[in-house]
């Protein structure tokens, strides 16, 4: 059966997009997954990442195929790599271009990264609209969670006052997920015992119960 892909998808830029896709890439690599990487932002942040697992890791990328792929190469580069791998995860750029609408079409859920404030979440509704006017899934993830306080819960509530999807799984705000991404690494393989550890690995079981993976 060809691999079924996720996108993480967040008009808003640094909402965590890119080191969520590399941390979850690392976790569902660790769990045996062959995992297929796609990067169709031209900043190109998360090559620089896999250069450098390429040579700390492991040559062959330590259980992760990574592409860049943008334009009318997209869909077609996507199709392919579905044949080798069991899982794909598409890194996208913040604004709503061609390639991300190709992305979000070809994908079985959307991950949407925001920070729980007011601001993250109107912000995150084109990105929903979009995933529902291309008939795919799409779960909200809080990320960079302060630990505790009424204004997360109150955005919680909102959420799913609108009946809007939101994942149980919440990152915190640490520094171990952005520290592990200079090694070429994802945290589960720096910090196997740290917070980010458990949190990364929650998600990556919560997905995978969404998707029956
Ligand atoms: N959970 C987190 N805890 C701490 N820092 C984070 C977390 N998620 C993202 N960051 C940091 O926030 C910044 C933006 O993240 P990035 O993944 O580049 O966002 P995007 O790809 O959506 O623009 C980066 O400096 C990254 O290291
Ligand atoms: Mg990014």
């Given at each position: 059966m060809p691999a079924k892909a996720i996108t993480i998808a967040q008009q808003k830029g640094g909402a965590g997009k890119t080191t969520i896709a590399a941390q979850l890439a690392v976790t569902f690599a660790h769990q045996g997954r062959k995992v297929g990487l796609v990067d169709i932002d031209p900043q190109g942040s998360l090559a620089a990442w896999y250069d450098i697992r390429k040579m700390l890791v492991d040559e062959a990328g330590g259980g992760i195929t990574f592409i860049q792929a943008s334009g009318w190469r997209?869909?077609?580069?996507?199709?392919?790599?579905?044949?080798?791998?069991?899982?794909?995860?598409?890194?996208?750029?913040?604004?709503?271009?061609?390639d991300v609408r190709i992305a979000v079409r070809a994908a079985d859920l959307i991950l949407v990264p925001m920070q729980p404030t007011p601001l993250d979440l109107w912000a995150t509704q084109p990105t929903l609209d979009m995933?529902?006017?291309?008939?795919?899934?799409?779960?909200?993830?809080?990320?960079?969670?302060?630990?505790?306080?009424?204004?997360?819960?109150?955005?919680?509530r909102k959420i799913i006052e609108a009946e809007m999807p939101v994942a149980a799984t919440v990152l915190g705000n640490r520094v171990a997920f952005a520290a592990s991404l200079m090694e070429g690494k994802g945290v589960i393989e720096?910090?196997?015992?740290?917070?980010?550890?458990?949190?990364?690995?929650?998600?990556?079981?919560?997905?995978?119960?969404?998707?029956?993976?």
């Open positions: 997209l869909a077609t580069e996507l199709d392919r790599l579905r044949r080798g791998v069991d899982l794909i995860l598409i890194d996208s750029p913040p604004h709503a271009e061609t995933a529902k006017k291309e008939k795919s899934a799409a779960v909200m993830v809080f990320n960079r969670t302060p630990p505790k306080g009424k204004l997360v819960d109150a955005v919680r720096t910090n196997p015992r740290h917070t980010a550890t458990k949190e990364i690995k929650a998600l990556a079981d919560e997905i995978a119960g969404r998707m029956g993976l």
